[in-house]
């Protein structure tokens, strides 16, 4: 029996002990407890309040693992913490053979021996790379979305990995933000959908395997309402728009059963999110009875004495923990002073158990105390990492992924033979930008380029031109070539490749490390020289198939106005190039549609679909300007929200409810009929919008309540129907609660939030 087998059998001992011993109204209140609860409190009475606060400590690598422990500095200091038992969790440690040594010291070298949780940034893949989040919520695919969660899943815990930081989460209306590549967009339903879907994937039905790792819900809450689209900024936003646009992700992500929240950087009413009770203690651990655990962002306990709301380290330590923090990433407030503040009466020694049985309780969960080295197989490392499987389910998230944005004269798909192909771009002979920001596992120079995909086709005879590189502005730190963010050198070369083409496929958009955390932008159009590019290669060929790499919404209404293709393919990961080819060359009809809109430029963001119609929405009248409006642009996107165009086309028709009215018990119906009119099958994914005429607070003028996808072949047709219920029309009303009212509605049924039919109904408690 090893010594850490010996330390759990003493916890079962002593929770034996300790029922027999009690008295028959504690025994009788254990029996209600569940096995794991029981479990937790037996090792809870054995930790003094040294090792409690311990588990409420996450570290960064901090160390080489197969080296010498350290002797001096931060590090040393945190190695004498690790053997003490004051470490509950470290990220950024990966590889079984790292992660077993440090899980190895945790469990047979400390008192207790309990062990560690590994996190990690697994946003969207480990080592094999899925879609950027934005573009897997472009599929609209949800049993798609949670495989590729599970993809991620089973290869992060074959390195040793147990929790991932994600999904996020956040509701993303504004593009000039970085990190909307990381979540689903501007839209609560949809959001909430994809949330559980991902949660899913990553947490598996339970954690008995060692293929599934712990999710976490981010970042609770408001994050991404930064002002000015700047990271880490302020958030000013009313308790309406918390209740129904920011919180329902997170609800739901409860609901699945999500094991872990991480709060976020920003402020909320004034008080940094670390610190606020009202998210974390009321309605989190409150009304939603959330019961995992909930991890600060890195370093945002100590990040409160640059907000203004604490004056040192340890205020930081006592007002995270009365809000409900239970976890400290890479701060050391709480190792350092949540002690000495119990003991001062300033904190709860009652609030430090809570949160540590939290810990305890996922631990027990995970099987980490039954099998410590449960995720540290070799051999099932090297089986995992990389393997086919994962890349044929990364190819086809990413082929679901792609939006096609428009396609006139049916230039789109290529012809597979016979053609002069011109592709041009830095970003078409990319191997690393195609991965996108979070791949941290990845390793650089993996990805299939668009280059590499179209050579899959030899039949077309196939020229490549660089043209020109891509600006990566203040984020060039990251790469290890300088690179001349002017340089227009090569546009000579791309335009005669160019002149001497049938068609030209020009990849143009950002580095897939200019979105992400820190990556705002003030302009959202082509970074660099790469407009002028495609203008100058437009003057010699207007037989233009534009694809654009971006991790965001851009603004690119001259390529709308005059470039006759335009598919939208993101980042897609490690499988990038194959994905586009086979969806250029009409291997995969295209079916994504848009999770968030696109402007026509950066002064109309944020714009969303889901928008209030104000007092003044039109004026009818000519030469009148006092009306909502810009006096230099329309008011319209250049591509709404859940837009998305085919190979085919796709007919809506006979839009019917089956009552015009129904009350709080019952339900009604609407359908509608749609056919394939085209010549090749294809995928579509129908919406349904209601919009509530009159309410107690002002209402959005569409929101997104339900959606399928449907595949037709051609000529045939088939009818959707939805069906609504008192569930569909809530909202956190005046009253504020989360209630329907009644009165009268409308409802949308179509192929994207604009273009759509139109019904009414009634509803009546």
């Not at 996190?119 to 590729?148: N, Q, R």
């Not at 689209?229 to 646009?245: A, F, K, P």
């Amino acid at each position: 029996m090893s010594i850490y087998q010996s330390k759990y059998y003493f916890y079962i001992a002593v929770l034996f002990l300790y029922s027999c011993t009690s008295s028959k109204q504690i025994v009788s209140a254990e029996s209600k407890k569940n096995p794991i609860d029981r479990k937790v409190d037996s090792v809870l009475k054995l930790m003094n309040l040294e090792e409690k606060i311990g588990q409420l400590n996450q570290y960064n690598g901090f160390w080489d693992v197969t080296g010498p422990a350290p002797k001096e500095g931060q590090a040393a200091h945190k190695y004498e913490h690790l053997k003490k038992g004051w470490v509950g969790s470290m990220l950024n440690v990966k590889g079984v053979k790292d992660v077993k040594a440090l899980q190895k010291i945790a469990v047979e070298e400390t008192r207790l021996g309990i062990p560690l949780i590994f996190g990690f940034d697994v946003v969207h893949g480990y080592k094999t790379i899925s879609p950027i989040p934005l573009a897997e919520a472009a599929s609209w695919d949800l049993v798609a979305i949670k495989k590729s969660a599970a993809i991620a899943a089973e290869e992060a815990a074959a390195v040793g990995l147990n929790w991932t930081f994600a999904p996020m989460v956040d509701i993303s209306r504004d593009a000039r933000w970085g990190r909307v590549m990381e979540g689903a967009g501007e839209d609560p339903y949809l959001g909430s959908k994809i949330a559980v879907a991902r949660i899913q994937g990553f947490q598996g039905d339970d954690f008995s395997t060692n293929k599934t790792i712990l999710a976490c819900a981010k970042h609770f809450a408001g994050y991404a309402f930064a002002e000015s689209g700047r990271d880490y900024n302020t958030v000013d936003v009313s308790e309406s728009t918390l209740q129904n646009t920011i919180f329902p992700p997170f609800k739901a992500s409860v609901e699945a059963g999500v094991r872990t929240f991480m709060n976020s950087f920003n402020e909320l009413n004034g008080i940094p999110a670390t610190a606020n009770a009202y998210l974390q203690r009321k309605i989190l651990k409150g009304d939603w009875k959330f019961q995992g655990f909930v991890v600060s962002d890195w370093g945002s306990m100590k990040e409160m004495i640059a907000h203004g709301y604490v004056a040192n380290e340890k205020s930081a330590a006592e007002v995270s923990m009365n809000a409900g923090s239970d976890m400290d990433m890479e701060s050391y407030v709480y190792v350092e002073n949540l002690a000495i503040l119990v003991r001062e009466g300033k904190v709860k020694e009652s609030l430090i158990d809570d949160a540590t049985r939290r810990i305890l309780r996922v631990k027990f969960e995970l099987g980490l105390f039954d099998n410590p080295y449960k995720y540290c197989d070799e051999a099932n490392e090297k089986a995992t990492v990389g393997k086919a499987a994962f890349q044929e389910g990364v190819l086809d998230m990413a082929k679901k992924s792609i939006v096609l944005l428009k396609n006139n004269n049916n230039i789109l798909p290529l012809k597979k033979s016979g053609q002069k192909i011109a592709l041009i771009g830095a970003l078409a002979n990319d191997k690393t930008s195609p991965l996108g920001s979070w791949r941290i596992g990845a390793d650089d120079n993996t990805a299939v380029s668009v280059l590499e995909g179209l050579q899959k086709y030899p039949d077309n005879q196939l020229t490549y031109a660089k043209g020109a590189d891509v600006n990566v502005g203040r984020t060039q730190f990251m790469f290890e070539t300088k690179i001349n963010m002017t340089d227009k050198t090569g546009f000579a070369e791309a335009i005669t490749a160019a002149k001497q083409a049938d068609v030209v496929v020009m990849v143009l958009g950002e580095h897939g490390l200019q979105t992400g955390e820190g990556r705002s932008r003030t302009d959202i159009d082509l970074p660099g020289v790469q407009q002028e590019l495609l203008e100058e290669i437009f003057k010699v060929n207007k037989n233009i198939v534009l694809v654009l790499n971006n991790g965001r919404p851009l603004a690119i209404p001259w390529a709308d106005e005059n470039i006759p293709a335009i598919v939208e393919a993101w980042q897609l990961g490690t499988q990038s190039g194959n994905a586009i080819a086979e969806v250029l060359y009409g291997d995969y009809n295209p079916s994504g549609k848009l999770p968030m809109t696109f402007p026509r430029n950066v002064g109309q963001v944020p714009i969303y679909y889901n928008y209030k119609n104000t007092g003044r929405p039109t004026m009818n009248e000519p030469n009148i300007v006092f009306w909502s409006h810009y006096t230099d642009a329309k008011n319209t996107p250049l591509y709404p929200f859940g837009y998305g165009l085919s190979y085919t086309k796709f007919d809506y028709s006979d839009l019917k409810l089956s009552s015009n009215s129904f009350s709080k018990d019952g339900k009604l119906e609407v359908s509608v009929t749609i056919k394939n009119s085209g010549q090749v099958a294809g995928k579509e994914v129908a919406q349904m919008y209601i919009r509530d005429l009159v309410g107690s607070i002002t209402r959005p003028v569409k929101e997104l309540k339900g959606f399928e996808m449907i595949a037709l072949e051609p000529n045939q047709t088939k009818t959707v129907t939805f069906t609504i219920d008192k569930k569909t029309i809530e909202f956190f009303t005046a009253n504020q609660i989360w209630e329907s009212e009644p009165g009268d509605f409308k409802v949308f049924i179509g192929t994207n939030s604009v273009n759509t039919l139109e019904g009414n109904f009634q509803y009546s408690n």
